[in-house]
């Protein structure tokens, strides 16, 4: 049994993952604003899943250590609290509420979750829901591609300050393409996979312990070819309208 904490558990890829874990047995803390979808979440699994209400972006160090007594220790951490929008009419708005949640809230829970994971003696697993816009800058969502690749590289040095800190963490980085929630709702996207499908794999390359995986093997090819775009190719295309 493992003790779990999902940010982001009330919809999408962190509800979907915390009924998956919750099913095996494990104890799972759900955290996110809505605690009505939650509390829903805890009658399906009332054993196994207790909700707390997290805004990531207020206090979510101490709200961390709130769940993880609750759970009694904490063996793996996901975050999949994320914000990001097509912005082509660049509303400042819209980049710092990004900011806020995909950095600077991010990198609050990570400092929590290292703080603890640095002083107990179990291994402690930490993973976040990236994206594959990650991999290239994008006009049209300056703030979610920048933000994400941040998540990218702070868990890439977050490994390499373990190793050298001697740390029993380990650190992976999930980068998923297009999936059916709310997140795209409204829109039609290519190659979109379903809830169910992206899950199950998130979550193997989560149990596995890779340090990153792109989700699914198709995305996989379009991340390939998107490292070998020249940036001054790179520049002209037109990714996306609103």
């Known amino acids: 049994m493992k003790r779990i904490i999902i940010y982001g558990a009330s919809s999408g890829i962190g509800r979907a993952l915390a009924c998956m874990y919750a099913l095996q047995g494990n104890k799972v803390a759900v955290a996110a604003r809505r605690m009505d979808n939650l509390v829903a979440l805890q009658h399906q ?3 196994n899943v207790i909700p707390f209400q997290v805004d990531v972006t207020d206090n979510s160090g101490e709200q961390f250590n709130e769940m993880a007594d609750a759970l009694q220790g904490a063996d793996l951490v996901i975050y999949c609290s ?5 912005n082509v009419a660049f509303d400042m708005d819209i980049e710092y509420r990004t900011i806020d949640v995909n950095v600077t809230a991010f ?3 990570v400092a929590a979750v290292v703080e603890y994971g640095s002083r107990v003696e179990h291994h402690v697993q930490f993973a976040t829901i990236s994206s594959i816009a ?27 300050l373990a190793s050298i800190k001697g740390w029993n963490m380990g650190f992976t980085v999930i980068k998923p393409g297009f999936i059916a ?11 979109t996979m379903t809830l169910d499908y992206a899950a199950k794999r998130i979550k193997r390359a989560i149990d596995k312990g890779k340090n990153s995986a792109v989700i699914d093997w198709r995305w996989a090819i379009v991340v390939g070819f998107w490292k070998m775009i020249p940036n001054w190719l790179w520049y002209k295309l037109k990714i996306s309208k609103e």
Do not use: C, N, W
């Open 45 to 47: 699994f009332p054993d």
């Open 181 to 191: 929630t709310d997140f795209i709702k409204d829109r039609t996207y290519p190659m």
């Open 134 to 160: 990650s991999t290239k800058g994008l006009g049209v969502s300056a703030s979610y591609s920048a933000t994400k690749m941040y998540q990218v590289r702070y868990l890439e040095s977050m490994r390499q």
């Open 107 to 109: 990198t609050t829970v």
């Open 82 to 86: 994320g914000m990001g929008k097509q």
